[in-house]
């Protein structure tokens, strides 16, 4: 007799809709990662965690960031990153997921709206699960749309605070939310923006600052900074206002019940910021790569859009994890993404463009594709 029948079906479930996943090594030409300026490799951030490591900063931080786990570097990042990103205040948690989840759970009060692109990720999800206050989806990227939630939640006799919510790059899709009309949207409806940057940060803004860099000292705004994905290293930084930080220091159980992030980690994010200030090249880089990417993948059925992230539809979960396959066979580590991840019917393989492949590795791809994915 099965000891956990309820799992076993579930699981049996999940691979009758080709939807079960498996973890798969990492192998190949990478167009799956979210290294996207290669730094996760980069001998700077190696250096400054050896300097770290010299100077005597401990490997784990022993304990929740107010109890003993406040290490001085930890307080020198959210320092150095509030000045990079142009916040008058910054929080560094250990994960983009918590941040996130944290950020929705604990500053919408009760009797106010967040208002939520359809598109947003999980750890949102998870956030407004938790939040007091009550939540509603709208079209993604619609400003329109957004405008008659928090139009037809006033009618109602809501009297609280909208908030709205959204990614500034999708991660996908791929594609850019219209930043100026939402900031534009949030000034007329006194609502504040909460906004992921989690795949622009390190690749588009001044110094890779994001594409919320020009409102960030709004207090209106509060923008989240993954450290995994471009700056090659792991947490999450939140900015926005002092008084935001400080609340979450207070409310936020994210952040006053985990362990804090090793402080090695917090000097090698540092790190990362001065790198992306530094050698500007890597932009330059990737940007070429991406126009490159373009040219060649769109006419093999991938969808255009302008960013690292190019997804090509294939619709069936099931042919999309065989295609996903074919290519894996062929040296390319290209993945497929089902439902829930993205909406039914619209499974995708996810070509993510980063400084670890090359143009030619680009035109393979490309005609691997051609054969595989027509």
Same mark, same amino acid.
């Given at each position: 007799?099965?000891?956990?029948p309820?799992?076993?079906?579930?699981?049996?479930a999940?691979g009758?809709?080709?939807?079960?996943?498996?973890?798969?090594?990492?192998?190949?030409?990478d167009?799956?990662?979210?290294?996207y300026?290669?730094l996760?490799?980069?001998?700077?951030?190696?250096?400054?965690?050896?300097?770290?490591?010299?100077?005597?900063?401990?490997?784990?931080?022993?304990?929740?960031?107010?109890?003993r786990?406040?290490?001085?570097?930890?307080?020198?990042?959210?320092?150095?990153?509030?000045?990079?990103?142009?916040?008058e205040?910054?929080?560094?948690?250990?994960?983009g997921?918590a941040?996130n989840?944290?950020?929705?759970?604990?500053?919408?009060?009760r009797?106010?709206?967040?208002v939520?692109?359809?598109?947003?990720?999980?750890?949102?999800?998870?956030?407004?699960?938790?939040?007091?206050?009550?939540s509603?989806p709208?079209?993604?990227?619609?400003?329109t749309?957004?405008?008659?939630?928090?139009?037809?939640?006033?009618?109602?006799?809501?009297?609280?605070?909208?908030?709205?919510?959204?990614?500034?790059?999708?991660s996908?899709?791929?594609?850019?939310?219209p930043?100026?009309?939402?900031?534009e949207?949030?000034d007329?409806?006194?609502?504040?923006?909460?906004?992921?940057?989690?795949?622009?940060t390190?690749?588009?803004?001044a110094?890779g600052?994001?594409?919320s860099a020009?409102?960030?000292?709004?207090?209106?705004?509060?923008?989240?900074?993954?450290?995994?994905k471009?700056?090659g290293?792991?947490?999450?930084?939140?900015?926005?206002?002092?008084?935001?930080?400080d609340?979450?220091?207070?409310?936020?159980r994210?952040?006053?019940?985990?362990?804090?992030?090793?402080?090695?980690?917090?000097a090698?994010?540092?790190?990362?910021?001065?790198?992306?200030?530094?050698?500007?090249?890597?932009?330059?880089?990737?940007?070429?790569?991406?126009?490159?990417?373009h040219?060649?993948? #769109? %006419? +093999? !059925?991938?969808?255009?859009?302008?960013?690292?992230?190019?997804?090509? *539809?294939?619709? /069936? =979960?099931?042919r999309?994890m065989?295609?996903?396959?074919a290519?894996?066979?062929?040296?390319?580590?290209?993945?497929?993404?089902?439902?829930?991840? #993205? %909406? +039914? !019917?619209?499974?995708?393989l996810?070509?993510?463009?980063?400084?670890? *492949?090359?143009? /030619? =590795?680009?035109?393979a791809?490309?005609?691997?594709?051609?054969?595989?994915?027509?």
């Amino acid at each position: 007799m099965a000891l956990f029948p309820d799992l076993d079906r579930d699981l049996a479930a999940l691979g009758a809709a080709s939807r079960r996943r498996v973890l798969a090594p990492r192998t190949g030409r990478d167009f799956a990662s979210n290294d996207y300026l290669g730094l996760a490799s980069s001998p700077r951030l190696a250096a400054a965690i050896d300097g770290a490591l010299t100077r005597g900063v401990p490997v784990g931080s022993g304990g929740s960031r107010l109890l003993r786990g406040n290490h001085p570097e930890h307080q020198a990042l959210e320092a150095e990153a509030a000045a990079f990103f142009g916040s008058e205040s910054a929080l560094y948690l250990s994960s983009g997921y918590a941040a996130n989840a944290m950020l929705f759970e604990t500053l919408p009060q009760r009797g106010d709206l967040i208002v939520y692109d359809e598109l947003i990720h999980a750890s949102a999800h998870e956030g407004m699960r938790l939040s007091r206050a009550s939540s509603h989806p709208a079209t993604h990227n619609d400003i329109t749309a957004f405008e008659d939630v928090i139009s037809s939640w006033r009618r109602q006799g809501g009297i609280g605070r909208p908030w709205i919510a959204l990614e500034s790059l999708y991660s996908m899709d791929g594609d850019q939310a219209p930043l100026p009309g939402f900031a534009e949207l949030a000034d007329r409806t006194g609502a504040i923006l909460l906004i992921d940057e989690a795949h622009a940060t390190g690749v588009f803004g001044a110094h890779g600052r994001g594409l919320s860099a020009a409102m960030a000292s709004r207090d209106n705004v509060v923008s989240l900074h993954t450290c995994g994905k471009a700056l090659g290293c792991e947490g999450a930084l939140i900015a926005g206002p002092a008084i935001v930080t400080d609340f979450l220091v207070n409310r936020g159980r994210a952040f006053i019940f985990s362990t804090a992030p090793s402080p090695l980690m917090a000097a090698a994010v540092r790190e990362s910021l001065r790198i992306l200030q530094d050698e500007p090249e890597r932009r330059e880089r990737l940007d070429a790569l991406v126009a490159h990417a373009h040219r060649l993948l #769109v %006419p +093999a !059925g991938a969808r255009a859009t302008g960013s690292q992230i190019l997804p090509l *539809v294939l619709g /069936d =979960d099931a042919r999309t994890m065989h295609v996903a396959a074919a290519l894996q066979a062929q040296g390319f580590d290209v993945r497929g993404i089902r439902p829930p991840t #993205v %909406p +039914a !019917g619209t499974s995708r393989l996810r070509i993510s463009l980063t400084l670890n *492949v090359s143009f /030619d =590795d680009v035109a393979a791809l490309a005609q691997a594709l051609t054969g595989e994915a027509q």
